[in-house]
């Protein structure tokens, strides 16, 4: 068993994040162990070149991520956790597989789509090979199983259909260069959706600060946010069929679920009938409940730079070590000459 997944150090990490990737970080961390296979989380530094970016903001925001990485509960006994920039072999990799990945595929991209929205001819050629770094980021290590949210789906199918084409066209059957991995999306929080239009994802780019709740915030901007959260004024339904034409409704319905270990029906049989006046603050109360001890170790450990540092110098000489042979392998299918 093979982890691995990233996340990118631009603006706060958030609920979205949380429990659609981290928390899966933090729980297939010890599965690996226990099947003696590997976990590498990694801070995709270079991905957030592919947006215009502030360059001191891109360095403290990649510390920090350490910092709320840790502080959720990822073990660096147990974890290879390391940014991109110190692994070379990522770019690398980018560019050997950019013979293989077609336009086309690339072209189908809905994150591409979405992020250079009108002004197509501006946008980085980056934002645009973007998915490339991605499929290396796991191919390099074999991944079998990647934590995301459902948004990062698309990215993953394309990283197998480059490695399909690659073994298919430079490998033998037999003897496979890369592994095909396999997303590991959480049902219950696969799109964590904002707090203010239940039709959007939450996301680190929307400019209000309402439509998310932030790892670093405190219990009450917590409490605030979902105060405010966007609802209609029904009360809860029963059960769960009740809640399909009212998006922010279930999207809070399951944060709750997702916090409280409950399925939605089990919520609602506790809530269902209850109005947002009466579910809101207990679900306030149930988020500041995990989320406080995070923000406080995050506290503490983003002053200590030097062990921030410490921890990705560490990670990156084991994912250098790590990623070596599937790199070499792929240099000598593709019949390129290195000494
Ligand atoms: P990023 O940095 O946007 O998000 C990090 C992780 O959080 C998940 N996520 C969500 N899950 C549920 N609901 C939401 N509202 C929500 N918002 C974000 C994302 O799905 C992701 O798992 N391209 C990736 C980073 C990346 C990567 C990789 C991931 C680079 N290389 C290799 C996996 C494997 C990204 O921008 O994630």
């Known amino acids: 068993m093979r982890v691995v997944s990233g996340i990118q150090p631009t603006g706060k990490p958030h609920l979205g994040n949380y429990l659609g990737a981290i928390r899966n970080y933090v729980k297939l ?54 940014n991109q920039a110190q692994v070379p072999a990522h770019a690398e990799l980018q560019w050997l597989l950019s013979g293989t990945a077609r336009m086309g595929w690339l072209s189908r991209m809905t994150q591409f789509k979405d992020k250079s929205g009108k002004n197509r001819e501006g946008a980085s050629i980056a934002l645009f090979t973007y998915p490339v770094l991605q499929a290396a980021d796991v191919l390099l290590y074999q991944a079998t199983h ?140 149930l988020m500041v409940e995990t989320l406080s001890p995070i923000t406080a170790r995050f506290n503490e450990l983003r002053a200590d730079r030097e062990l921030l540092d410490a921890i990705l110098a560490r990670g990156a000489a084991r994912a250098r070590d790590m990623s070596g042979p599937t790199l070499s392998r792929a240099y000598a299918a593709l019949g390129l000459v290195r000494g």
């Open 146 to 285: 990647v934590p995301v949210g459902e948004d990062q789906k698309q990215h993953l199918e394309l990283a197998r259909d480059i490695a399909q084409k690659f073994n298919n066209d430079f490998a033998s059957e037999d003897d496979p260069v890369f592994t095909l991995p396999e997303p590991y999306i959480p049902p219950e929080a696969a799109r964590i959706m904002s707090l203010r239009d239940g039709t959007s994802k939450m996301s680190k780019s929307d400019p209000s600060d309402m439509s998310r709740i932030n790892l670093s915030d405190d219990a009450d901007t917590i409490m605030k946010k979902v105060k405010k959260a966007k609802t209609d004024p029904e009360p809860l339904p029963p059960e769960a069929a009740g809640l399909e034409d009212r998006p922010e409704a279930k999207n809070l319905v399951a944060i709750y679920g997702a916090f409280s270990g409950k399925s939605v029906d089990e919520v609602l049989a506790e809530y269902g009938g209850a109005g947002f006046g009466t579910f809101k603050p207990a679900l306030g109360e």
């Open 29 to 82: 961390q010890d599965d690996a162990l226990a099947a003696n296979g590997e976990c590498f989380i990694f801070i995709a530094d270079l991905h957030a070149i592919s947006m215009p970016h502030d360059p001191v903001e891109l360095h403290n925001s990649t510390l920090e991520l350490v910092a709320t990485l840790v502080a959720c509960g990822l073990d660096t006994s147990k974890t290879v956790l390391f």
